[in-house]
C-alpha cells in the first residue's frame, strides 16, 4: 500500500534499542531492587530465625544439639537470616535479571527462555525440598549409627547447619540437570539419541556427582543418584520430544 512504512516484525528486531547508558541504568535498577528485596528478606527471616532453627532440626534424631562458643548461636541465626533471604528473594532476583535481559532478545528466544527460568527455579526448590525432607533424616540416622555405649554424640548447631545447608545447596544444584541436558540438546551440541547411547557414561557421572556432594557413605550416594538417573532420563526422553518439534533451519 502506498504510503505504508515497512517496520521490523518483532522475530526479526529486539523490542527497543538501548543506549549504552540506558543499559547501565537498568542494570542499577537490578542491581539496588534486588538488594532492598534481600535486606528486606534477612530482616524477615532474622526475627524468623529461632522458628526456622527449630524447624531445621527436626529430622536430627537426637535430643538436642550445642553450642560450644558464646557467640556461635548469634552466628548461626544470622546464617539463617542470609541464606533465608537468599532462598526467598531468589525468584523475585531472577525475575528482574530477566526482565533486564529480555527487551534484547527476539520474540522467539523470550518464548523460549521464560519457560527454562520458572523450571530451573522450580526443580532448584525441589531438589532442597527433597533433601531436607527424604535425604537428610536417612542420612542422620545412618552416620549416628555408628555410635558406641561409650561414645555419645555432640554435635554443634553450627556444624549441623553447615551440614544441612551443604546438601541442600547440592542437591538444588545437581537438579538442574535436565536444564542442562534440553539446552544442549536445544542448541544442538549433543543429540538426545547420543545422550541415550551413552547412558552408561551418564550414570557413571552421576555417581560420582553424588560422591562429590555428599558425606561419604553408600546411602547418601544412593539417595541422590536415584533421583538423578531418574532425572536424567526423563530429561533424554523430555529431549526426544522437544527436538522432533523444532522446526528445521531455513
Known amino acids: 500500500m502506498e504510503g505504508a512504512i515497512a517496520t521490523p516484525t518483532e522475530d526479526k528486531e529486539p ?25 528486606a528478606a534477612m530482616i524477615a527471616c532474622w526475627f524468623l530465625s529461632g522458628r526456622i ?9 537426637v535430643d538436642h544439639l550445642v553450642f560450644t562458643d558464646p557467640i556461635e548461636a548469634f552466628m548461626v541465626r544470622v546464617r539463617i537470616s542470609v541464606v533465608g533471604a537468599l532462598m ?3 525468584p523475585f532476583v531472577l ?26 527455579s522450580a526443580l532448584f526448590y525441589a531438589g532442597v525440598v527433597f533433601c531436607y525432607l527424604v535425604l537428610i533424616p536417612i542420612v ?7 555410635k558406641v555405649p561409650r561414645l555419645d554424640p555432640m554435635i554443634s548447631v553450627n556444624s549441623y547447619f553447615g551440614f544441612v545447608a551443604r546438601l541442600c545447596f547440592a542437591f538444588g544444584v545437581v537438579f538442574q540437570l535436565p536444564i542442562v541436558v534440553l539446552v544442549l540438546s536445544i542448541i544442538g551440541i549433543v543429540t538426545p539419541a547420543w545422550l541415550l547411547r551413552q547412558w552408561r557414561y551418564g550414570v557413571v557421572g552421576i555417581a560420582v556427582a553424588a560422591a562429590v556432594f555428599t558425606p561419604p557413605d553408600v546411602i547418601s550416594m544412593i539417595a541422590m543418584g536415584v533421583p538423578l538417573i531418574v532425572l536424567y532420563a526423563a530429561s533424554v526422553a523430555l529431549a526426544f520430544v522437544i527436538v522432533r518439534k523444532k522446526p528445521p533451519r531455513e
Not at 532453627?53 to 534424631?61: A, D, K, V
Open 140 to 146: 542422620l540416622e545412618f552416620l549416628l549409627g555408628f
Open 88 to 90: 526467598a528473594g531468589f
Open 95 to 120: 525475575f528482574r535479571v530477566w526482565a533486564f535481559v529480555s527487551p534484547g532478545l527476539f520474540a522467539h528466544e523470550r518464548k523460549k527462555i521464560l519457560p527454562f527460568v520458572v523450571a530451573s
Open 53 to 61: 532453627l527449630e524447624y531445621l532440626i527436626r529430622p536430627f534424631p
Open 15 to 39: 523490542l527497543r534499542e538501548m543506549s549504552f547508558y540506558d543499559h547501565l541504568d537498568d542494570l542499577r535498577k537490578v542491581i539496588v531492587q534486588s538488594a532492598v528485596v534481600l535486606l
